[in-house]
C-alpha cells in the first residue's frame, strides 16, 4: 500500500482546510485508516480514524465536534475536514493504513504499517 497526502496550506484561526490521502493497493476497504499529526520537538499523535471493517469512526479528544474523517472506497481515499481550526493545530499530518488493528491500539502509531509521506498545516493567530 502506498499513500499521498494532499491539501495542507497556510489558514487562519477559525477557518477550514480538508486533507486527502490516496491509497494504491488492493482491499483499501479493509485497511484501518487514520490521520496523524506531529508537531516540532512533539511526538507524533493521534488525530482520527476511520475502521476498515463497518468505517466507524474514532477521534481524539482535541478534534472531536471540529474535524470528521471520511473514506471513499470507490476511490480509495480518506478525507479529513478540518473546520474551526486553531494555532495549536499546526503541525505536518500524516495519513496512515494497517489492517486488524485492535480497537485499544487504534490510537498508537506503532499499530499501523504504511504511511503517507506528510502535509503540512498552518494555522496563525
Sequence with gaps: VQLQ???????QAGGSLRLSC????RAFSSYDMSWFRQSPGKEREFVAAVRGIGRSTIYADSVKGRFTISG??????VDLQMNSLKPEDTALYYCAAGRGIILSSVRKATS??????????????
Design 22 to 25: 490516496a491509497a494504491s493497493g
Design 112 to 125: 499501523y504499517d504504511y504511511w503517507g509521506q506528510g502535509t503540512k498545516v498552518t494555522v496563525s493567530s
Design 5 to 11: 497526502a494532499s491539501g495542507g496550506g497556510l489558514v
Design 72 to 77: 471513499d472506497n470507490a476511490k480509495n481515499t
